[in-house]
């Protein structure tokens, strides 16, 4: 007989993110719940989770992972990442947010709640960069056509 013991389960079908969005920077409790045909669970502890306890981690896309913890059969709450990036270059980015109930497993392919990252960049940073590229471009069509008539 073996002391392993294995739970089989269906990862919880998230449907919303409340709040939707957080500052760069900022930790906030995020609650994240579940459809009618999928529930959480409350863990068994475990001390081989990679964050916390319990082992329930939420994905907030590029930003990394956040401690999870249980409500109730419909919610559970969630820390969002502490966020590397600087908030100047940033402006507003969108992610999917999964859930993992045994701190490895995100249903990444399932997950429709976007959770937006705002920061204090502008939407105006790219705009030099497009121009550059576009009079860049028109000096060498300048350039071979005016090389193609003088020969």
């Not at 937006?116 to 576009?134: E, I, M, Q, R």
């Amino acid at each position: 007989m073996s002391m392993h013991r294995f739970r089989f389960f269906q990862p919880p079908q998230i449907v919303k993110a409340d709040p939707e969005e957080v500052e760069v920077g900022k930790i906030a409790e995020v609650y994240v719940f579940t459809n009618d045909e999928t529930e959480f669970w409350e863990p068994i502890p475990t001390s081989k989770s990679t964050i916390g306890q319990y082992g329930i981690e939420c994905k907030f896309g590029r930003f990394g992972n956040g401690l999870g913890q249980f409500i109730n059969k419909t919610c559970i709450k969630c820390l969002t990442p502490a966020v590397s990036d600087d908030p100047d270059d940033i402006w507003k980015e969108t992610v999917k947010v999964t859930v993992s109930m045994n701190g490895q497993d995100f249903d990444d392919e399932n997950s429709e709640v976007d959770f937006t990252f705002v920061g204090t960049g502008s939407t105006l940073s790219f705009w030099p960069y497009v121009l550059g590229t576009l009079i860049i471009g028109m000096l060498l069509v300048a350039m071979i056509t005016f090389c193609a008539a003088s020969f």
